[in-house]
């Protein structure tokens, strides 16, 4: 049963073609364009609802022709989308604005509007802070919360956002466009921390509503990820190249499909994910909300698990930039594999080059719009490769502080799976495990995880798998052991790190 599924991330929209046959067979992929995404400010981050759409619908007739795979073959589609967009529609689902993605943080007046008063804890008001945490498990406490982008676009663009039908995120979005349903995924809906999460409750809060001024008529239903939302029409299957009745399968946000498509399907099992963005995740069994290191569970796919994660918003992005700083001569950049091999020739701590990986704010475990990014230890014999290394070595050091953060709320696992494009240089997860301590495995085709997690999902919901199936249906590929004597290098390295950001820190908000 042939499956296509996307993952819609923050620079590319990744298109996969699997078969699910007694496992989940990997076909093959295509990523087509990079998105253009517009900084207004230094705080406002968006896209297009048409490029997306555009790069989806030719990316999947590409696939069809490379494989001569029909579109009567094609069973079925997902999707797999970043978390905590903005995208306001009208009655026709056509946006009104563009859509602003969760780098977005414009919204800091509406943000401290709402939690800079009275008794404070962690920077918040304390009766608002035990009031979302009641009754949705989930506290809206930085100005990347869609919540906030949405009273963004109320209290400065009145006119637009008079034509707003429904609020929803980027994955909604495209299930609208591909079913012409107004629906929110369970995920999707409690990162808006107006889903009612209390016991014997279900669907919007509308106490949370009414206390951040959500109008309800703009919140649409809400459904579950293996759910079939519906089926192409005649019209939109010929716009993607396939067959009219394909069914939608609802699909979730990126960070459960990235754990999903790691093979982290069982209790405690912790990954690491680092493609443009990065992300700690762990399984766990409850919600959990840890406002003093900026981390919460979020509900996905299986009902009886949750996934708490922290989230470096630029970790990739730091590495795609540092290759562009290193560019050569002719303007392009180097591969991958001459990346690696410029690292393979630097020692561990690059020779005093130290790197914070703070290129558009921190979230986790701080949340910080205004920190930035510092590169230090610059002389004369600085190296390309050192240079990259520590790129590299700060984004890792910031994964260990978010591992040992989440090491201390709940029980982490001692291996760690390794997802994400920075996963396919193999000098990268030996790095991550000297880093870490933790043993570290990457998995097959570890560029492409949170698509292949969108097929295990469309596949449950099309009755061809089941959740219990997928730990082991998840290839690895390379294991990684820590090397105890650069490790403890790497120790007196950390310690360095954490002073660093704090003095960044000062000096940001000084």
């Known amino acids: 049963m042939y499956l296509m599924t996307y993952d819609i991330g923050t620079s590319f929209i990744k298109t996969a073609l699997t078969n699910i046959t007694d496992k989940i067979e990997f076909v093959g992929a295509t990523v087509v364009g990079t998105h253009n995404t517009t900084t207004i400010d230094g705080k406002g981050d968006e896209q297009s609802t048409h490029e997306w759409w555009d790069t989806i619908c030719r990316s999947t007739k590409e696939l069809l022709k490379s494989y001569s795979i029909s579109s009567e073959e094609i069973k079925g589609i997902s999707f797999c989308s970043q978390l905590n967009g903005t995208v306001l529609v009208d009655e026709n689902g056509d946006a009104v604005r563009p859509p602003m993605t969760f780098l977005d943080r414009r919204a800091d007046q509406e943000f401290k509007k709402y939690f800079d008063n009275g008794l404070r804890l962690?920077?918040?008001?304390?009766?608002?802070?035990?009031?979302?945490?009641?009754?949705?498990?989930?506290?809206?406490?930085?100005?990347?919360?869609?919540?906030?982008?949405?009273?963004?676009?109320?209290?400065?663009?009145?006119e637009i956002f008079a034509k707003v039908h429904k609020f929803l995120d980027v994955g909604d979005y495209l299930l609208y466009k591909t079913t012409g349903r107004f629906v929110r995924t369970e995920d999707s809906a409690f990162c808006t921390a107006l889903n009612d999460c209390r016991d014997g409750h279900s669907g919007w809060s509308h106490i949370m509503a009414k206390a951040y001024g959500i109008d309800e008529k703009h919140l649409p239903e809400i459904v579950q990820s293996t759910d079939i939302v519906g089926q192409l029409s005649a019209?939109?299957?010929?716009?993607?190249?396939?067959?009219?009745?394909?069914?939608?399968?609802?699909?979730?946000?990126?960070?459960?499909?990235?754990?999903?498509?790691?093979?982290?399907?069982?209790?405690?099992?912790?990954?690491?994910?680092?493609?443009?963005?990065?992300?700690?995740?762990?399984?766990?069994?409850?919600?959990?909300?840890?406002?003093?290191?900026?981390?919460?569970?979020?509900k996905g796919p299986n009902p009886s698990q949750k996934y708490l994660y922290g989230e470096l918003e630029t970790a990739g992005r730091c590495f795609t930039w540092a290759r562009h700083m290193i560019g050569k001569l002719d303007?392009?950049?180097?591969?991958?594999?001459?990346?690696?091999?410029?690292?393979?020739?630097?020692?561990?701590?690059?020779?005093?080059?130290?790197?914070?990986?703070?290129?558009?704010?921190?979230?986790?475990?701080?949340?910080?719009?205004?920190?930035?990014?510092?590169?230090?230890?610059?002389?004369?014999?600085?190296?390309?490769?050192?240079?990259?290394?520590?790129?590299?070595?700060?984004?890792?050091?910031?994964?260990?502080?978010?591992?040992?953060?989440?090491?201390?709320?709940?029980?982490?696992?001692?291996?760690?799976r390794f997802a994400g494009g920075l996963a396919r240089i193999n000098i990268v997860g030996q790095i991550l495990a000297d880093i870490t301590g933790h043993t570290i495995e990457t998995v097959k085709h570890p560029q492409y995880v949170g698509a292949l997690g969108a097929a295990a999902i469309a596949a449950i919901g099309l009755g061809k798998l089941k959740f219990e199936d997928i730990h082991n249906y998840i290839e690895i590929t390379n294991t990684y052991t820590p090397n105890p004597d650069v490790h403890e290098t790497y120790n007196n390295l950390y310690k360095k790190y954490l002073a660093k950001v704090k003095s960044d820190r000062n000096l940001a908000n000084g």
């Open 235 to 298: 019209d939109v299957a010929e716009q993607m190249g396939l067959s009219e009745g394909t069914p939608v399968i609802a699909g979730a946000g990126d960070v459960s499909m990235v754990a999903i498509g790691s093979g982290n399907t069982q209790n405690n099992l912790t990954g690491i994910y680092c493609g443009t963005s990065g992300s700690v995740c762990t399984v766990v069994q409850r919600e959990l909300q840890f406002s003093d290191i900026m981390m919460i569970s979020i």
């Open 331 to 416: 303007d392009t950049q180097y591969s991958y594999d001459e990346c690696a091999s410029l690292i393979s020739k630097t020692v561990p701590g690059s020779r005093g080059l130290f790197f914070t990986p703070f290129l558009h704010g921190c979230k986790t475990p701080f949340e910080d719009g205004k920190i930035r990014g510092t590169l230090t230890g610059l002389d004369l014999e600085t190296s390309r490769g050192e240079l990259l290394r520590a790129v590299v070595e700060g984004i890792c050091f910031h994964f260990r502080w978010m591992l040992e953060s989440q090491a201390k709320k709940c029980r982490i696992s001692d291996t760690i």
């Open 122 to 158: 962690h920077g918040m008001n304390i009766w608002k802070l035990w009031k979302a945490i009641h009754h949705t498990r989930m506290v809206p406490a930085g100005t990347y919360s869609p919540i906030w982008k949405y009273k963004w676009v109320q209290n400065n663009e009145p």
